[in-house]
């Protein structure tokens, strides 16, 4: 029986050893599936967007997804810059825009998340962006309309706008000027001169309208606009002038036309000059100053100064100031207008000068149709509005002049066409009306060079 047990014991003690060793033995873990993070929809981008960043250091801006995912090696840069991104993988792409409505060069931020493991980066900009060299937007309206924006918190998204009692205390300023009073004998011809600077004007449309609409309003009033040749080979000719023709002819071009209005019998003509593109605000010394861009180095009428790629106000002062003309008005619709208006006031054959906007405002395109939900504006594309919010201003109260304009009608004098204009850009601009833009109308009231009328130094005509 001992045997027996000794036995059964035996191979007891047998199978717990072999149970134990199996139950020593240790299992490998199941390797685990890596998890790669991944923005794969617009939605998760725009949420990714939102909470990566600081918006309290981005304040009064409106973010807007670009519509398509970034390729590899896809390029991202702004107009008139050789500054481009180039995407390394899969991105999506954002618009910072702190001026939206803006058309000229304005601050902006590109923001950039990459599709997988997600990083997010940015880089300032000056302009709307290009993607592969394309807009990658084809114009401000579009921009503006887009679906995918997703923060809003810019002028546009707000309701605060003037009342109708500070807009009517809002007035011209040292108005009116001397020379309105003027009782010339001569004949009073009525001339007009349209500038701008951009090298691309089609990259524009706002600015192409804009010179459409001043060139047909003004010849609708009895003015001449003056015409220059665009294209030498074939002679074709267009109503505007552009500072930023290769070489300096543009300015060749504004000599050639200010040596046909200096004859003494030129005294009593009415003379509008109408001045838009781009502009760069500079810090010189311990002020800032304002400068048309050029393409090329100039160095001033008198070469008395550094080559500079700039047109400054001074400089446009000097040509001006030798027309004989003693109603000289001159309209700026730019960034920082009114920064001209202290040299142009200078010249003494000045009567007045209407400026869109003040020293770090923006002139803004006729696309802007809003403010949040609640302020429509008075005057919309849907009537007629285009090119920019100030000149359609502008241009519309020509219009109104014109249509009470009959054949054989003398032209209207310059200064009361900038007044009305004035009073239009109050009821229309909707920069203005949201309380974004100052636009000035300045009159010249001191005593004049004009050698003819009220400030008569000659007794021969």
């Given at each position: 029986m001992k045997?027996k047990?000794?036995?059964?014991?035996?191979l007891f003690s047998?199978?717990a050893?072999?149970l134990?060793?199996c139950?020593d033995?240790r299992?490998?873990?199941?390797p685990?599936?890596?998890?790669?993070?991944?923005?794969?929809?617009?939605?998760?981008?725009k949420e990714?967007?939102?909470s990566?960043?600081n918006?309290e250091?981005?304040?009064e801006?409106?973010?807007?997804?670009?519509?398509?995912l970034l390729?590899?090696?896809?390029?991202?840069?702004?107009l008139n810059?050789d500054?481009?991104?180039h995407?390394m993988?899969y991105e999506?792409?954002?618009?910072?825009d702190?001026e939206?409505?803006?058309?000229f060069r304005?601050?902006?931020?590109?923001?950039?998340?990459?599709?997988?493991?997600p990083?997010l980066?940015m880089?300032?900009?000056r302009h709307?962006?290009?993607?592969?060299?394309?807009?990658a937007?084809?114009?401000?309206?579009?921009l503006?309309?887009?679906?995918h924006i997703f923060?809003?918190?810019?002028?546009?998204d707000t309701?605060?706008?003037r009342?109708?009692e500070?807009?009517?205390?809002?007035?011209a300023?040292?108005?009116?000027p001397?020379m309105?009073?003027d009782?010339c004998k001569n004949?009073?011809?009525a001339y007009?001169?349209?500038?701008?600077?951009l090298?691309?004007l089609?990259?524009s449309p706002?600015?192409?309208a804009n010179?459409?609409?001043?060139?047909?309003?003004?010849r609708a009033n009895?003015?001449?606009?003056h015409?220059f040749v665009?294209?030498?080979?074939?002679?074709?000719?267009?109503?505007?002038?552009?500072?930023?023709?290769p070489r300096g002819a543009?300015?060749?071009?504004l000599m050639?036309?200010?040596?046909?209005h200096?004859?003494l019998?030129d005294?009593c003509?009415?003379?509008?000059v109408y001045i838009?593109?781009?502009t760069?605000?500079s810090?010189?010394?311990?002020?800032?100053?304002v400068?048309?861009?050029?393409?090329?180095?100039?160095?001033?009428?008198?070469?008395s100064?550094d080559?500079?790629?700039?047109?400054y106000?001074?400089?446009?002062?000097?040509?001006?100031?030798n027309?004989?003309?003693?109603?000289?008005?001159i309209?700026?619709?730019?960034?920082?207008?009114?920064?001209?208006?202290d040299?142009l006031?200078?010249?003494?054959?000045?009567?007045?000068?209407?400026?869109?906007?003040?020293e770090?405002?923006y002139t803004?395109?006729?696309?802007v149709?809003?403010?949040?939900?609640?302020?429509?504006?008075p005057f919309?594309?849907?009537?007629?509005?285009q090119?920019?919010?100030f000149?359609?201003?502008?241009?519309k109260?020509?219009f109104v002049?014109?249509?009470?304009?009959?054949d054989g009608d003398?032209?209207?004098s310059?200064?009361l066409l900038?007044?009305?204009?004035?009073e239009?850009?109050k009821?229309y601009d909707l920069?203005?009306l949201?309380n974004?833009?100052n636009?000035?109308?300045?009159g010249?009231?001191?005593?004049s060079d004009?050698?003819?009328?009220?400030d008569?130094?000659e007794d021969?005509?």
């Amino acid at each position: 029986m001992k045997k027996k047990l000794a036995g059964r014991s035996l191979l007891f003690s047998v199978a717990a050893l072999a149970l134990s060793a199996c139950s020593d033995q240790r299992q490998e873990p199941a390797p685990e599936t890596a998890v790669v993070d991944e923005v794969r929809t617009e939605k998760e981008a725009k949420e990714r967007f939102l909470s990566g960043i600081n918006w309290e250091t981005h304040p009064e801006a409106r973010a807007t997804l670009y519509r398509d995912l970034l390729n590899k090696n896809d390029a991202v840069g702004e107009l008139n810059s050789d500054s481009v991104h180039h995407s390394m993988q899969y991105e999506w792409f954002t618009l910072i825009d702190y001026e939206p409505g803006a058309y000229f060069r304005h601050p902006v931020a590109y923001a950039f998340l990459s599709y997988l493991e997600p990083e997010l980066s940015m880089t300032s900009a000056r302009h709307l962006p290009t993607v592969n060299y394309q807009p990658a937007w084809p114009n401000v309206a579009a921009l503006l309309a887009d679906e995918h924006i997703f923060y809003a918190e810019s002028w546009l998204d707000t309701a605060t706008t003037r009342s109708p009692e500070s807009i009517v205390k809002y007035q011209a300023s040292d108005w009116p000027p001397r020379m309105m009073a003027d009782q010339c004998k001569n004949e009073r011809r009525a001339y007009a001169v349209l500038i701008h600077n951009l090298e691309d004007l089609e990259s524009s449309p706002e600015t192409v309208a804009n010179l459409e609409m001043m060139s047909e309003a003004l010849r609708a009033n009895g003015y001449s606009v003056h015409q220059f040749v665009q294209d030498p080979a074939t002679g074709e000719q267009v109503d505007f002038l552009n500072l930023a023709s290769p070489r300096g002819a543009g300015i060749r071009r504004l000599m050639n036309i200010v040596n046909i209005h200096v004859d003494l019998n030129d005294c009593c003509e009415q003379l509008i000059v109408y001045i838009t593109g781009e502009t760069t605000l500079s810090k010189t010394g311990y002020r800032e100053e304002v400068a048309l861009d050029l393409p090329f180095p100039y160095e001033g009428t008198d070469r008395s100064r550094d080559a500079e790629k700039k047109f400054y106000p001074e400089d446009l002062a000097t040509f001006l100031s030798n027309l004989r003309t003693c109603h000289l008005n001159i309209i700026v619709d730019t960034n920082n207008a009114a920064c001209f208006a202290d040299d142009l006031l200078k010249i003494p054959n000045t009567e007045s000068v209407l400026t869109a906007c003040e020293e770090n405002e923006y002139t803004y395109s006729s696309a802007v149709e809003k403010l949040s939900d609640t302020f429509q504006d008075p005057f919309g594309l849907d009537q007629g509005e285009q090119g920019s919010e100030f000149t359609s201003s502008v241009a519309k109260a020509l219009f109104v002049s014109a249509a009470s304009h009959k054949d054989g009608d003398a032209p209207p004098s310059a200064a009361l066409l900038l007044k009305d204009a004035f009073e239009s850009v109050k009821l229309y601009d909707l920069g203005f009306l949201g309380n974004t833009t100052n636009p000035q109308l300045q009159g010249r009231t001191m005593d004049s060079d004009c050698p003819c009328g009220i400030d008569l130094k000659e007794d021969k005509f």
